[in-house]
């Protein structure tokens, strides 16, 4: 079974640039979240995808960040315009059910300068 | 104050060592409960889940306490292997899908 597939895993971009982040979810599974981690910080939850809907984007910082999920398979994250706060792994995971564990990507490593 | 707090560490231990990480929760409702490694630079990956009861998996053994809203994990018989940042997570309160993670606490197993 292939796993949760990330793409780019890195990216270094300039404060005001547009980035796209993409994730494949594992076949099947309607749960697709999206993480982040900044430097020195905990893992923070972003939001949460049931197939194309937003279950909870509580976790957005603001409206530079939108998230797709067009008939619920991939994810796009996309940052625009980028800050240089935005730096961080960014990670997606998906699951089947929505309180078990999930599965994670290896994450996107952005970099804005 | 932080949801999940966690002792960051590091543990420094030497190989076949008994370690014990703890874990505070703040949101009593919070409804499941999770251990994460993550090695580093990589993805989490979960470790197993932590019920009232008391669980095991191998050399693993997880603790709940909700009355005290206590975590632990315990690791028997340390291998150099079991070296990365353990992530103790609560699944948020009511219908969501949101999980909270402590910044983690990091082992490091010597020979």
């Known amino acids: 079974e292939a796993g949760v597939t990330q793409f780019p895993s890195h990216s270094v971009i300039e404060k005001g640039q547009t980035v796209t982040l993409r994730c494949d979810p594992i076949s099947g599974h309607d749960n697709l979240y999206w993480y982040r981690r900044v430097m020195g910080k905990e893992i923070k939850f972003l939001l949460h995808f049931v197939k194309e809907s937003k279950q909870d984007e509580s976790g957005m910082p603001n409206n530079r960040f939108l998230a797709e999920r067009t008939g619920g398979t991939y994810s796009t994250l996309k940052v625009q315009p980028a800050e240089l706060e935005d730096s961080g792994v960014y990670f997606c995971a998906s699951s089947q059910v929505r309180q078990g564990g999930l599965h994670f990507g290896n994450g996107t490593r952005l970099t804005v300068t | 104050r932080k949801e999940v707090e966690q002792d960051p560490g590091p543990f420094n231990v030497p190989e076949g060592a008994t370690v014990a990480f703890n874990c505070t929760y703040s949101n009593s409702a919070s409804q499941s409960f999770f251990w994460y490694r993550q090695d580093c630079r990589k993805e989490p990956k979960l470790l197993m889940s932590?019920?009232?009861s008391g669980n095991e998996d191998g050399r693993f053994t997880a603790q709940l306490n909700r009355a005290s809203q206590y975590i632990s994990l315990l690791i028997r018989d340390s291998k150099l292997s079991d070296s990365a940042t353990y992530l103790c997570?609560?699944?948020?309160?009511?219908?969501?899908?949101?999980?909270?993670f402590g910044q983690g606490t990091t082992l490091q197993v010597k020979p």
């Open positions: 932590v019920y009232s």
């Open positions: 997570v609560a699944h948020g309160s009511g219908n969501t899908g949101k999980l909270i």
